[in-house]
């Protein structure tokens, strides 16, 4: 398992696989333990919430509690924990890649160019057959996790609902979804509902020492990544703290922008390895406009990710009327780059754009 992609992975942090604990989603895990304690265990859970609050992790728990964990808990009675000892034989199985009553479907690599598809496909799905066929004389539990469900084409999807129709004896599904939407109703009517929710504060900051030690500028990151661990990560790895004190900066001299300042962010847009600091600033731009219209809307300016963007906000989004203004701005923006994106224009070129009418904006803010 180790050595094919792996799209539930984020770079600089623990699988979910290997994370120890699960912050600050307390109800889920509660859920789950009275349904195990009262043996009213569901055969599909559906997991869901924003990215990067936990879900694959809580899917990876659940998995290693059902198959270390005897039905009713054994002698002891159940337990109020889903944690497994990290010495436990599943635990060492698990986190090797060898646990035989365990099957994780996610996207997998195309053959020809190794690179991750970009949907679970029917192939992923039929793994499924030869799982429950291979594991049924064994007997005891068998556990799925399919990450992320709601990447299923419809064939995928469609030979999924077969299995939730119809499970085998001692099979448990667990499916993540970012956007539960997408699934067919059916999958999801066939499912009960772990519902994930972003982290504060506090469980922000242990979420992260877990991921990635102690960190600088802890609460910038957790205002920048709305409660998402893993959105934090990700700003970390890109360099997201730095380049968002930039737009702050640059946006401080509204409504007359400083050409240098707006030209050398754009300029650094340039070659295919800077895609994802464009995607990355787009969604900042993002950010710091939903910033100024949630402050203007309800008079609470919210801590700092940047110097100065207290003051900033303060005079840019003063009342709801420019909160309004700057919340239609987002959406135009953020569906203009989407589309110039989509028809790959150069990114610095639209950057530039993106602040140009920016600058319009301000000129017009409603005073």
């Not at 060492?92 to 195309?110: C, F, K, Q």
């Not at 979804?177 to 242990?206: K, V, W």
């Amino acid at each position: 398992m180790s050595a094919a992609p792996e799209p539930d992975r984020i770079d600089g942090a623990p699988h979910p696989r290997e994370t120890l604990k699960l912050f600050g989603q307390e109800a889920a895990e509660r859920l789950f333990l009275d349904a195990f304690a009262q043996d009213r265990l569901h055969h599909g859970w559906l997991i869901t919430g924003p990215r990067g609050v936990g879900k694959a992790t809580l899917a990876w728990r659940l998995a290693k509690f059902l198959l270390a964990t005897e039905p009713g808990g054994g002698l002891f009675g159940a337990p109020d924990t889903l944690d497994v000892d990290s010495e436990h034989p599943v635990a060492h199985r698990i986190a090797a890649g060898s646990e035989p009553g365990l099957l994780v479907i996610r996207r997998g690599a195309d053959e020809k160019t190794g690179k991750l598809k970009t949907q679970i496909t029917v192939d992923e799905v039929r793994k499924l057959r030869e799982f429950f066929g291979l594991s049924a004389a064994e007997g005891g539990r068998r556990v799925v996790i399919v990450d992320a469900a709601d990447e299923m084409n419809p064939n995928a999807a469609n030979a999924l609902l077969k299995l939730l129709e119809e499970p085998p004896a001692g099979a448990m599904l667990f499916l993540v979804a970012h956007q539960p939407s997408r699934l067919l109703p059916t999958i999801r009517s066939r499912c009960r509902e772990l519902r994930l929710n972003p982290l504060g504060t506090d469980n922000m900051a242990r979420a992260m020492d877990q991921a990635m030690g102690m960190v600088e500028d802890g609460e910038a990151l957790a205002e920048l990544s709305g409660g998402s661990v893993g959105e934090a990560i990700r700003v970390a790895n890109g360099g997201g703290l730095e380049l968002y004190a930039e737009i702050v900066k640059i946006l401080s001299d509204l409504p007359q922008l400083s050409r240098p300042d707006v030209l050398k962010l754009s300029n650094s847009m340039g070659g295919r390895e800077a895609e994802p600091r464009f995607d990355l600033t787009v969604r900042l731009i993002d950010l710091a406009l939903a910033r100024l219209a949630r402050a203007g809307a309800t008079g609470m300016v919210p801590p700092e990710a940047a110097r100065g963007e207290a003051r900033l906000i303060e005079r840019l989004s003063p009342d709801p009327r420019a909160a309004r203004h700057w919340a239609e701005l987002a959406s135009e923006l953020g569906a203009r780059a989407r589309g110039a994106r989509a028809v790959n224009l150069d990114p610095g070129a639209l950057v530039l754009d993106m602040f140009l009418r920016l600058e319009s904006a301000a000129q017009a803010v409603p005073g």
